[in-house]
């Protein structure tokens, strides 16, 4: 157990930094106006249109971050700060979630076994902490609850793993276009590429620490049937 502890706090601390970087960042570009003073829901409309989508629609919500891209409903969700902001992380946050409403419409296979995978781990994750809690306290004498918790954790760090080409792919895709549309002139352009860069690195973060407390449990499964 402590071995697990100290694990969780150094990833913890690494979560911590790179949240921190990316909040630092976001601040900072939010200080610089975007050409032709277009708002996020603006740039994100104008995408939209221009990848010939326009079953998607463009909402606020509640929240800082709390940006998304909903399959479902088929809604670029953007916080207050990025659907009314003028600036350059707006612009870059805008136009990443629309990256994620071009991947649907083409079908992006990575995102289409992220969005198969929610349902089944939306159910699971519920007993999945009871599962290697008691995994864990009943393992010299039940040690098959702790080895379907790893299965099922196991599914968790791959979704991780899985999220990771559907971000960058986004990101992807929003540069390219906001290049190629001007409305990050190149100096403007490296800085939401900077800001696009420590968001992606949130989900690296989560993908490694998941997998890195899966090798836990399993290592800790194998060390006690042996």
Not at 19 to 34: E, R
Not at 45 to 61: G, T, W
Not at 120 to 134: A, D, E, K, N, Q
Request: charged share 15%; aromatic share 10%; with cysteine.
């Amino acid at each position: 157990m402590l071995g697990m502890y100290i694990l969780g706090i150094v990833f913890a601390l690494i979560g911590f930094a790179v949240s921190a970087q990316l909040k630092s960042k976001f601040q900072q570009y939010q200080q610089i106006p975007v050409k032709d003073n277009l708002s996020g829901a603006e740039i994100a409309q104008r995408m939209l249109r221009e990848n010939d989508i326009y079953d998607v629609k463009v909402v606020s919500v509640e929240g800082r971050l709390t940006d998304h891209y909903n399959p479902t409903d088929k809604t670029v969700n953007l916080s207050a700060d990025v659907y009314h902001g003028r600036n350059v992380a707006a612009a870059a946050v805008a136009a990443h979630e629309c990256g994620h409403a071009v991947q649907h419409a083409h079908a992006y296979s990575w995102l289409t076994m992220r969005s198969q995978m929610v349902p089944v781990l939306s159910v699971t994750s519920r007993i999945l902490p009871w599962l290697l809690i008691g995994g864990i306290l009943f393992l010299g004498t039940f040690p098959q609850l702790l080895l379907i918790g790893i299965v099922l954790y196991a599914a968790t760090t791959l979704f991780t793993f899985v999220t990771l080409p559907v971000e960058f792919d986004a990101s992807n895709r929003a540069l390219v276009w906001l290049e190629k549309t001007g409305i990050t002139p190149p100096e403007q352009h490296k800085l939401a590429k900077n800001a696009l860069g420590w968001a992606a690195s949130t989900y690296v973060v989560a993908a490694l620490a998941s997998l890195s407390t899966l090798l836990y449990y399993i290592m800790l499964y194998m060390g006690r049937r042996n």
